[in-house]
């Protein structure tokens, strides 16, 4: 009877072993359904998001001033806001900018403020919600002293 049960375990192992990789594997899987009943015209619709605009920028002693142009979905709405990336010239190390620039921004421009002395270069990314575009290309490198 030992045995029995030590097979029957065994048995019982091996199907979760099969069947547990199968139910994670599908659990990342989206889908949608539409279901209508009715007479008449029908429409739908789907955007694309834009890449960001290239910023340009003026560098003071204190701060920089970073201006783009704005962007919108392929179906003419502005989108919510942007994210402005600082990047070292020299290095290539990217941080997000801070001061006004910091978050998301729903203006065209921000100032960021205690920028570190170097070459940088800016970057915006549109975003509505969790939704990003491409980050748009990267500013002439800009010189804080």
Known sequence: MNRTLSHRKRAFLMACA????ALVATSAVA???WSTSG????AGAAYVMPTGSQP????????????WAPVTLSGGQAVAGYVVARTNAVTGGQS???????????????VETGVPAGSWIYT???VI??????????SAPVTVP
């Open 129 to 138: 919600h969790s939704w990003t575009g491409p980050t748009s290309p990267g």
């Open 18 to 21: 099969a069947i547990v990789p």
């Open 31 to 33: 889908g949608a359904v």
């Open 96 to 110: 997000p900018a801070g001061g006004a620039c910091s978050g998301v921004v729903t203006t065209t421009s921000c």
């Open 124 to 126: 915006d990314t549109p």
């Open 39 to 42: 007479t008449g015209a029908g």
């Open 56 to 67: 340009s920028e003026r560098a003071t002693p204190t701060q920089v001033v970073v201006s």
